[in-house]
């Protein structure tokens, strides 16, 4: 008889448990990401639909939160990505400082930007950001590009550099200590010179 019960008590507890998982899932997979997306919608619908950024045409060029790669030399380049600045992969490359493989990839780059010891490349030219998508350099980074810019596209060193200062900005204000620029943002503004 004790069997019996002892069956029916935990036949009782397994439905208990699958209605307890069941609900969870509900709330968990259906419910909280419906309201935080209506959230997102009603109190920054920009943000929450990507920060994208269109052309005058209306296409989408990108994104004012993630990197995109930048190669020619007419554009600031961002900083490398362990991703290939491919959003739905972001991440780290998870190596130390120390590994042989993040020592050779920084002497590659910094010999291709033409650094040496009097001409010292940013920090952020070399290194990858914890999420390989940062969408901004320090002001000091893009500045070590302006030459390369400015000659390529054939605009006066000022020019360049005129851009870049109305597009620095301390997004933390005094907490972030260099001013910061959006790559994407000072190259659309470049193309617009229409050089």
């Not at 910094?110 to 010891?117: C, E, F, S, V, Y």
């Amino acid at each position: 008889m004790n069997t019996a019960v002892e069956k029916v008590e935990i036949l009782a507890q397994i439905l208990v448990s699958i209605r307890i998982v069941l609900i969870t899932m509900v709330i968990c997979s259906f419910l909280y990401p419906l309201v935080i997306l209506g959230l997102g919608q009603v109190l920054a619908p920009y943000t929450a639909n990507g920060s994208l950024i269109r052309n005058e045409q209306g296409k989408i060029i990108g994104s004012r939160s993630i990197a995109q790669k930048f190669s020619s030399p007419g554009y600031f380049w961002p900083r490398p990505s362990a991703v290939d600045y491919n959003a739905s992969a972001s991440g780290g490359s998870n190596l130390s400082p120390t590994n042989p493989e993040i020592c050779s990839r920084a002497k590659a780059i910094i010999t291709k930007l033409g650094g040496n010891i009097e001409n010292k490349v940013p920090a952020d030219l070399v290194t990858t950001s914890g999420s390989g998508l940062d969408p901004h350099i320090t002001l000091s980074a893009a500045e070590y590009q302006v030459q390369r810019v400015a000659f390529a596209r054939g605009l006066p060193v000022n020019t360049v550099m005129g851009i870049l200062g109305r597009h620095a900005k301390r997004p933390a204000g005094p907490f972030t200590p260099e001013p910061l620029v959006n790559v994407l943002l000072v190259n659309i503004a470049l193309d617009r010179l229409g050089k």
